[in-house]
């Protein structure tokens, strides 16, 4: 998928933003499924409060989603891109651990009721994701199912060395 085409969907479903919180943008073959990716208003309004929604960066960070989540390589190696896993336990926290975890998953939000509630799961289910790009990282929750996995993407991270 080209970024053109990325930029494209993202325009046609903000109007779709205006009224839910979360709505499908596209979906990715992977080995073992598929991929459904869901952008948030929480994501559109941080992406449009630091300058970046529909940036080059956004898009090949939304590009990356391509990859999938791969539970046998469920962490990020150095210099990969793909979708990995934001676990509480790295030490020291960072930021991205602080936008997901404090100020999202564990505040709670009202978003994350309605994300468990749009995939019939519990909010203690939802893993917490990051789609790696080389300048940017998206944060989300993951939600596998039988027939595709659903990446949620509620905020970013462009900070360094994260």
């Known amino acids: 998928?080209?970024?053109?085409?990325?930029?494209?969907?993202?325009?046609?479903?903000?109007?779709?933003?205006?009224?839910?919180?979360v709505v499908e943008l596209c979906r990715f073959d992977v080995s073992g499924g598929k991929v459904v990716v869901w952008i948030t208003h929480r994501l559109r309004r941080s992406c449009r409060r630091g300058k970046v929604w529909k940036s080059n960066a956004m898009l090949t960070a939304l590009k990356n989603a391509r990859y999938g989540f791969d539970r046998t390589?469920?962490?990020?190696?150095?210099?990969?891109?793909?979708?990995?896993?934001?676990?509480?336990g790295f030490q020291p926290p960072n930021e991205?651990?602080?936008?997901?975890?404090d100020r999202?998953?564990?505040?709670?939000?009202p978003l994350v009721a309605v994300i468990a509630s749009r995939f019939a799961v519990r909010a203690e289910d939802l893993?917490?994701?990051?789609?790696?790009?080389?300048?940017?990282?998206l944060l989300g929750v993951l939600v596998e199912g039988d027939r595709a996995s659903h990446l949620v993407l509620v905020d970013y991270d462009d900070t360094e060395g994260g």
């Not at 893993?127 to 990282?137: E, G, K, P, Y």
Request: glycine fraction near 4%.
């Open 104 to 109: 999202f998953l564990d505040k709670p939000d």
């Open 96 to 101: 991205m651990m602080r936008k997901l975890f």
């Open 73 to 88: 390589r469920p962490r990020s190696r150095g210099g990969a891109d793909g979708v990995f896993l934001l676990d509480r």
């Open 1 to 21: 998928m080209e970024l053109l085409t990325l930029k494209t969907q993202l325009s046609q479903i903000e109007a779709e933003l205006d009224k839910a919180p």
């Open 127 to 137: 893993v917490a994701v990051r789609v790696v790009s080389h300048h940017m990282r």
